[in-house]
């Protein structure tokens, strides 16, 4: 039996399972597992190259910075997000200690 290899982005097929997925992915803390969950956002959505077009950045250094060695600045991160079509929000997050 043939396996196949699998790759997240084939299954973010709407805008909602790809905020679904990067929520899970910010979710998870760790700035790896961001960095390649933008990028499977961003094949789901056209590829690095369209992204590189949209956002105004270098494709090769998207590609370096989308992956597990990136180390973006805030702006290259927002600037990626805002290419795809979403934007960060903040949300208070109900499990931790309440402010007095």
Do not use: C, W
């Amino acid at each position: 039996m043939a396996t196949v290899p699998y790759s997240s982005s084939d299954y973010l097929k709407t805008d909602e399972d790809i905020v679904d997925y990067l929520d899970a992915a910010m979710e998870d803390g760790d700035s790896r597992v961001l960095l390649l969950a933008l990028r499977n956002a961003a094949i789901a959505k056209g590829g690095i190259a369209k992204l590189a077009e949209i956002t105004g950045l270098n494709r090769e250094s998207l590609y370096k910075t989308l992956s597990e060695q990136g180390n973006p600045q805030y702006d290259t991160v927002a600037a990626i997000v805002h290419g795809l079509g979403f934007r960060f929000s903040i949300q208070r997050d109900s499990s931790d200690l309440q402010a007095a």
